[in-house]
């Protein structure tokens, strides 16, 4: 079973930075894809980065380009996303997911193919 806990959540300034954290443990963790969501009160869910195990490959909602980065440490099993000049319309609920398998059917911004998630941090951005 893998479990995924992130971490580095808070309250922040507009402009402000923070670095959240999502480590993965389990016996054996490898997975396809890893990506991080967020779920503001009364919204959907909705993508926001997402990154390739194998090769780094990475995907962004056009909202967050150019201010967030999402990373990965192999070797701590651990993804990062680095969240830079925020805005209040960041703030969230911010959850880690995992996906094991891919198939043709499957997209980055959904959240169906990603069957492990993490409970969740708290970004908050003030004004």
């Known amino acids: 079973q893998v479990q995924l806990v992130e971490s580095g959540g808070g309250l922040v300034q507009a402009g402000g930075s923070l670095r959240l954290s999502c480590a993965a443990s389990?016996?054996?963790?490898?997975?396809?894809?890893m990506a991080w969501f967020r779920q503001a009160p009364g919204k959907e869910r909705e993508f926001v980065a997402g990154?390739?195990?194998?090769?780094?490959?990475?995907d962004y909602r056009n909202s967050v380009k150019g201010r967030f980065t999402i990373s990965r440490d192999n070797a701590k099993n651990t993804v990062y996303l680095q969240m830079n000049s925020l805005k209040p319309e960041d703030t969230a609920v911010y959850h880690c997911?995992?996906?094991?398998?891919?198939?043709?059917?499957?997209?980055?911004?959904?959240?169906?193919?990603?069957?492990?998630w993490g409970q969740g941090t708290q970004v908050t951005v003030s004004s």
């Open positions: 389990g016996r054996t963790f490898s997975p396809y894809r």
């Open positions: 997911a995992a996906a094991s398998r891919w198939d043709v059917a499957s997209r980055v911004y959904e959240v169906r193919p990603y069957n492990y």
């Open positions: 990154i390739r195990w194998s090769d780094g490959n990475t």
